[in-house]
């Protein structure tokens, strides 16, 4: 982690429409009501450069857009992100809410996209330095489930009208990750009501503050 890091910066993680956004909303609330500083904050985007290049990842086109191109993108506005937000907010001790991080690269470009993960291991690397999630809320549901959700606004955007198969995939690099990096991964079953899954958050972030020897929430 970078030296000067005093906050914890929290990731959620999942595919389309399983309640990322939601679930950062609620941990927000959970935030504020126990007076911790904060900042939210979403990727891709989270600052006027990287907005941009989110617009550019997600709107529909007819010229193909190569696997290669779109990680660049990511991790264009992944810099942008970092250096303006993220790293600024933690030194000040905010916690970082932050809907996707770089787990999202290696399950969409490595599991959905079957991208090399030697290629973003190593954009991680020269972007990133030290800084990883300290949590990670994996928001795991089949892909009917948060398709379901989804379906009710109509428009889809250049990734969501990917087909079922790419979104296994992507589901399965986020299990795996999962297990391989279970010391920062917690998985939260997603096909739930409400209330059930902002309680299995709770109970995560909890137990995350015990191990750091810090009050409940
Ligand atoms: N991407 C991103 C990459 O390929 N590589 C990368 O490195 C990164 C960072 C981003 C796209 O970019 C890709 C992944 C994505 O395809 P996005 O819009 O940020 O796109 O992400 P989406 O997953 O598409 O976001 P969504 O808003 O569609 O989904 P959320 O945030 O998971 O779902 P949310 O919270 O908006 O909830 C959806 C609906 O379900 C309801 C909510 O009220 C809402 O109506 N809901 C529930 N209903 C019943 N029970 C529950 N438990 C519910 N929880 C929420």
Known sequence: M????????????????????TAANYIQSLLAEHSRPYVTTREPGGTEV?????????VKRQEPVYPETELLLFFAGRMQHIQQVILPALAKGAWVICDRFTDASYAYQCGGRQMDESFVR???????????????????????????????RGETDRIE?????????????????????????????????????????????????????????
């Open 161 to 217: 009208q990917e087909r079922e198969a790419f979104f296994r995939r992507v589901r399965e690099k986020y299990l795996q990750r999962a297990t391989l990096y279970a010391h920062r991964y917690r998985v939260i079953d997603a096909d739930k009501t409400l209330e059930e899954v902002q309680q299995q958050i709770k109970t995560a972030l909890n137990e995350f503050l015990q191990s750091h020897d810090m009050k409940s929430l």
């Open 50 to 58: 990287a907005e941009a290049i989110r617009k550019i990842l997600l």
């Open 2 to 21: 970078p030296t000067d890091k005093k906050g914890f910066f929290i990731t959620i993680e999942g595919i389309e429409g399983v309640g990322k956004s």
């Open 122 to 152: 190593s954009l991680e690397q020269n972007i990133q330095k030290e800084l990883q999630p300290d949590l990670t809320l994996l928001l795991d549901a089949p892909h009917a489930v948060g398709h379901s959700r989804i379906e009710k």
